[in-house]
């Protein structure tokens, strides 16, 4: 079993739709939590980085960390078709500058 | 442009050749980081740098992968006797500097091809 799981996909999506995507983990020393955006044959680029349990939104972003449940999410509000793309969680003990766990990734489609 | 640059994009080898993939840091930047990225998966740490000290290499997945940053701002990873299973992107990463907690910027990667 993969030390961070991530929700199979792909997942395809109206305009406009709330998205959910989720991920759980099993190492509980993980402190620190991120969600990045890959476009395809791109480099991942950071949308949102969290500390601890708790939400933050930025925009149309949401990101929820339950530690007790080693649970993590990410909410997109009012979806666009450019928002479709990879979306990888990760995660790390020590901080967002270093080694980085990653879930598989879901690819996300938001049709016109 | 001022970020995390990578070459060659792609790179096609014959089973056996030896590569080297190159990755140029945001300039001042203090961390180094390569990752694997086998298709359909997230990428998979491989080594990390503090300025030219190779600080954990954990993740190098045998002892064909060799990765170095001799001056502290470029860095080559190094795959000798390439086999079939070397075939993924490789990504490259800089921050800031350890301490600051400044997130990983990443490059658009070198796509490995084993014939």
């Known amino acids: 079993q993969k030390e961070v799981e991530q929700d199979p996909g792909p997942l395809s999506v109206p305009e406009g739709a709330i998205v959910s995507l989720n991920c759980t983990y099993s190492n509980s020393a993980f402190q620190y939590f991120m969600w990045y955006r890959q476009y395809s044959r791109k480099g991942p680029e950071l949308l949102m980085y969290t500390y601890s349990s708790g939400n933050k939104e930025d925009g149309r972003f949401t990101a929820q960390v339950d530690k007790s449940s080693k649970y993590i999410s990410l909410f997109i509000r009012d979806s666009q078709p450019s928002d479709s793309a990879t979306y990888l969680c990760?995660?790390?003990?020590?901080?967002?500058?270093?080694?980085?766990?990653f879930g598989k990734g879901i690819t996300l489609s938001v049709r016109p | 442009g001022a970020g995390v640059s990578q070459s060659p994009r792609y790179k096609v080898a014959k089973r056996g050749q030896d590569v080297a993939l190159r990755c140029d840091p945001i300039s001042g930047h203090v961390s180094l980081f390569w990752y694997q990225q086998a298709l359909g998966q997230g990428p998979e740490f491989l080594t990390y740098f503090q300025n030219e000290a190779q600080l954990d290499k954990s993740g190098l997945p045998s002892d064909r992968f060799f990765a170095e940053r001799p001056e502290g701002s470029v860095s080559t990873l190094k795959i000798q006797r390439t086999q079939q299973e070397d075939s993924a992107v490789y990504l490259c990463?800089?921050?800031?500097?350890?301490?600051?907690?400044?997130?990983?910027?990443f490059g658009d990667g070198t796509r490995l091809s084993i014939l």
């Open positions: 990760a995660m790390s003990l020590t901080g967002a500058n270093s080694k980085l766990t």
């Open positions: 990463a800089s921050s800031p500097d350890r301490g600051s907690n400044q997130p990983q910027h």
